[in-house]
């Protein structure tokens, strides 16, 4: 499953790459003949042939005459990019953070566990909220429709789960005798943090982030569909121009008569997810000889 589910990923990311090639239509414009007729999806029997379904729009269109499929495919890339790159930034605050604490001990361990518990015991969800609500009509929330804000609170506070499990590989691997051998020798300890206790700990890292982008996806779709995550775009070029999180907010207010608007984006939400879980079992599997 774990191959498989690495192959689907490959094609979402062809897709969210060559996304103008790929949509029929643009994402944001509408065909003002069509709107309002909310279009089904090409294999559904319509009432009214307005309402029916053609492979023009294959996943049928919505209240404004915007077809489904474009916004759907051109989605594919918010997911994307809202699921690596927090999960960089999470790495890049919470593996140092964990590095450090764990080899150094002491006084410095105590002070920056402390932090860690702090920031972990918060909950995440009210954080993403609090912080989509104040800052989405300043400056930063309107950068890029609001992904800039969207990464920022996705990061900010999801760093502590990370820096507690690599401050336990490091109580680990500091203790190993050629951490012992390397102190002896006059190392200095940046050097065996970098040369010797990182790249020991990588493998439950890279699990770790692995599994941090599914969480980062459904929680964009989270508040997309409570109005608080991306920005609709209104610039008929935009990169970003909807999410799959928005679609679902979209759709849902029409969900008995237009299913088709929810079945999309709902789908596909829920395929990147398990992909991204499955691969990362599979790097479990293959990275941390314990869990085999």
Do not use: C
């Not at 979402?12 to 239509?25: C, D, N, R, T």
């Not at 200095?188 to 010797?196: D, E, F, N």
């Not at 599994?211 to 997309?224: D, H, R, Y």
């Not at 799959?244 to 709902?266: D, F, K, N, R, V």
């Amino acid at each position: 499953m774990a191959m498989m589910s690495l192959g689907y990923l490959g094609v979402l990311m062809l897709v969210a790459i060559f996304a103008p090639a790929i949509a029929p239509h643009n994402p944001v414009r509408s065909d003002i003949q069509i709107a309002g007729q909310f279009r089904k999806a090409a294999w559904l029997d319509a009432p009214t042939p307005k309402r029916a379904g053609d492979w023009d729009y294959p996943l049928g269109t919505d209240a404004i005459g915007r077809d489904v499929f474009s916004r759907l495919v051109f989605g594919t890339r918010v997911s994307l990019i809202v699921g690596f790159i927090p999960m960089a930034v999470i790495l890049s605050i919470g593996v140092p953070i964990g590095l450090t604490a764990g080899y150094a001990g002491g006084w410095l361990d105590v002070l920056l566990m402390r932090l860690t518990d702090i920031v972990y015991a918060f909950p995440a969800l009210l954080f993403f909220i609090i912080a989509q609500v104040a800052l989405r009509d300043t400056a930063l929330g309107e950068l890029f429709n609001g992904l800039v804000l969207l990464f920022l609170t996705l990061s900010i506070i999801n760093w502590s789960g990370v820096a507690r499990l690599v401050r336990g590989e490091t109580l680990a691997l500091r203790e190993l005798e050629f951490v012992e051998a390397a102190r002896t020798s006059g190392a200095t300890a940046g050097r065996i943090i970098i040369r010797h206790v990182l790249p020991n700990a990588l493998g439950p890292i890279i699990v770790a982030g692995a599994f941090i982008v599914p969480g980062a996806i459904i929680a964009e779709a989270v508040l997309s569909y409570l109005g608080i995550g991306i920005r609709p775009a209104v610039n008929v070029d935009a990169p970003f121009p909807t999410s799959w999180g928005t679609m679902i907010l979209e759709g849902s207010a029409t969900w008995q008569s237009q299913s088709w608007m929810l079945i999309g984006p709902s789908l596909a939400i829920a395929s990147i997810t398990l992909a991204f879980t499955f691969v990362g079992d599979g790097l479990r599997d293959a990275l941390d000889p314990r869990d085999v």
